[in-house]
């Protein structure tokens, strides 16, 4: 089962969220006026791609389906090109380079070579991804010091968003999946219905719900989205035991109280709760 589908963008197609944050990058590219430069934009998914395909051409990365981005619309080839620059034509792919993450990384888009070094040979300077709603889960995973998952979460993440998982587990990886995207954090997307989804299910209210009914009640939920500009929001986090510190970031405040913590919540924010025992 699929959540999103795929729309057309450019020769590719990709997930909805992530053509708005590409027309934003391209915005952000024309009102640099003291330069003349070109975006160049491409994306390799289509809605009907196999995982024969992806074995017999796996993009840039070269990884194998299951741990692929590509079917999930959200890998995507950037490129600036400088049209008049009066600069060094040795470092000219570096300073290039360097503008593209400029624009690109604060709109929430995560190069592939996570240091901005272009390379001539073997290149993935060009590979980003848009984790979209799967971000905060890659945050939590590394946090808990279990970054090894993190990749192979968000690809079966956005792959079963999109219908696009040909693995095992199929419905159990969606209702996982789900539940990152509506904020609920139940560990890796793997399939196993353990104590952290168990948890996850109970905080979400869908305990006891059978399983393919659970992956219909979750798709229909909407994904929560931060607050307007200027718009304030109150919650509270509950901790029944147990010594804790709280530290929160951005545009987020908190307090403790005797039951846990009061969130002041302007914008868009992280929150980061340490448990010491009880």
Known sequence: MKRLDLVQYRRGSLTTDTVEALRHLEM????????????????????DMLYTQLEASPGPTGLPPALSAVPTGREIYLRIEFLKD??????????????LWGLAVPLG??????????????????????????????DALMGMGRGEEAWPSFCAAAQSDVGMWGGSRSIERFVQAQLHRLGYNCGPVDGL??????????GSGFSGVPLKDLATKLQEKETPVAPQPGKKVEGHVIVPSGNFSIASYGQVHTIKTSQGAALDIHGPGRVVLDFRGS
């Not at 952000?28 to 491409?42: C, P, T």
């Not at 009066?86 to 503008?99: H, I, K």
């Open 28 to 47: 952000r590219a024309a009102k640099i006026k003291d330069m003349e430069l070109r975006l160049h934009v491409s994306a390799v998914a289509r809605p």
């Open 86 to 99: 009066p600069g060094n034509v040795e470092d000219r792919p570096q300073r290039e380079l360097a503008v």
């Open 109 to 138: 888009f995560v190069p592939w070579s996570r240091f901005p070094v272009f390379v001539r040979d073997g290149d993935t300077s060009t590979v980003f991804h848009y984790p979209g709603p799967w971000q905060p889960m890659m």
């Open 193 to 202: 219905i353990g104590d952290k989804t168990e948890a996850a299910l109970r």
